[in-house]
C-alpha cells in the first residue's frame, strides 16, 4: 500500500472517531512539519494563508490550480499525516473540477475541499457575495465525487458559501435554508465532509448539524463571523473537525514583527528557537547522517 494510500485511509478512520479533532491549519511545509511535531493528527492547507505566504495576495482565486499543487506538494512531502487541500470552486467547469482532484491526489493530499462560490472566490469571512446556482454546484460535486470514485480516493470535503451570499438578498433564515438544502444534497451525493462556512452563532450550527446527518466541518477563525467555540463543545454540537485557518500564519506575522522592532532597536530578538532546533527541523541532521553512510560504504 502506498503512503498516499495510507494517509487516505488515516484520515478516514480519524473522520469515524467520537472526539472533535483539533486541525491547525499549514501554509507551507515548515509550517506542516510543526503541526506534525506538536502532535496533531492531521493538517489542512489553508488557501487564505498560502496567498498569504506564497504571494503576499488576497485569498481571492489569484493563485492558479498549479501554484496550489506545487504549494502541496512540498507540505505532503515533508509529513507523514494526512493533509486536505483546499482545492477552491475546481478551477472550472466540472472538467476541471475533476481533473483538480486527480492533481491533489497526485501531489499526496488525503482530501480536497469544493465549494460553490462563483469564482473567482474569496475567504469566506471577508465578504462573499455570490454562489453558484444549485445545478453548477452539484455539477461541481459530482465530478469531485467521480474522481474520487474513479480510483484516487481522495476524502471530498463539501463546502457551502450559500449563508453568507445570499443573506442581502433572502435574508438569514433563507440563506441558511438553503446552505442547509445545499449541504443535504451534496451528502446525499456522497460527500465525506460537510462544511458549511460562516454560521452566525451556536444556534445556526446545532441546526446543521442536526438536520444534515454526516460528518461536520468547523472553522474556527480568529475575529471572523463564525463565534470561537471551545472543541469539546464543538464535538457536543456534533462537530468531528475544528479547523484553525489562520491561527498559525497570524501568529507567524505577529512574532516576525516582534522580531523586526527588535533589530530596529539595535536588539537581538529573544523569543525564537536556537539555531540547532532550527537546522534540526530542517533535516540538517539528517541530511548530514546519510551523507556519512555513504562516506563509510566508499571507505
Known amino acids: 500500500m502506498s503512503n498516499s494510500t495510507l494517509r487516505i485511509q488515516r484520515l478516514r478512520d480519524l473522520l469515524q472517531g467520537d472526539a472533535c479533532l483539533i486541525m491547525p491549519c499549514c501554509f507551507d511545509a515548515l509550517s506542516a512539519r510543526l503541526i506534525e511535531q506538536a502532535g496533531f493528527p492531521l493538517t489542512f492547507m489553508s488557501g487564505f494563508a498560502v496567498s498569504a505566504a506564497r504571494a503576499a495576495m488576497p485569498d481571492a482565486g489569484l493563485l492558479s490550480v498549479t501554484e496550489m499543487v506545487d504549494q502541496g506538494r ?9 493533509v486536505i487541500g483546499d482545492g477552491d470552486t475546481g478551477h472550472g467547469n466540472p472538467a476541471n473540477v475533476h481533473r483538480t482532484v486527480e492533481q491533489y491526489a497526485n501531489a499526496g493530499f488525503a482530501g480536497i475541499m469544493i465549494e460553490d462560490q462563483l469564482a473567482p472566490k474569496r475567504c469566506g469571512h471577508t465578504g462573499v457575495k455570490e454562489v453558484v446556482d444549485r445545478g453548477e454546484a452539484m455539477r461541481r460535486m459530482r465530478a469531485a465525487i467521480a474522481a474520487r470514485n474513479a480510483g484516487c480516493g481522495l476524502v471530498v470535503v463539501a463546502r457551502t458559501d450559500a449563508r453568507s451570499a445570499l443573506e442581502s438578498g433572502l435574508g438569514a433564515d433563507a440563506a441558511l435554508d438553503e446552505a442547509i438544502w445545499r449541504m443535504q444534497a451534496f451528502a446525499d451525493l456522497g460527500a465525506d465532509l460537510l462544511f458549511l ?10 441546526r446543521f448539524c442536526r438536520e444534515v446527518p454526516g460528518v461536520h466541518m468547523a472553522n474556527m477563525l480568529e475575529d471572523g463571523i463564525t463565534p470561537m467555540v471551545s472543541p469539546q463543545r464543538l464535538g457536543q454540537i456534533g462537530y468531528r473537525v475544528a479547523a484553525y485557518p489562520l491561527t498559525l500564519i497570524s501568529c507567524a506575522v505577529q512574532a516576525m514583527n516582534t522580531a523586526l522592532d527588535a533589530l530596529k532597536a539595535g536588539e537581538t530578538p529573544s523569543r525564537r528557537v536556537d539555531f540547532a532546533t532550527l537546522r534540526n527541523l530542517v533535516g540538517f541532521d539528517a541530511y548530514d547522517d546519510l551523507l556519512r553512510q555513504y562516506e563509510q560504504e566508499v571507505q
Do not use: L
Not at 512540498?74 to 494526512?82: A, E, F, H, M, N
Open 74 to 82: 512540498y507540505i505532503c512531502d515533508s509529513v507523514s499525516i494526512p
Open 197 to 206: 462556512e460562516a454560521p452566525r452563532d451556536e444556534k445556526e450550527m446545532e
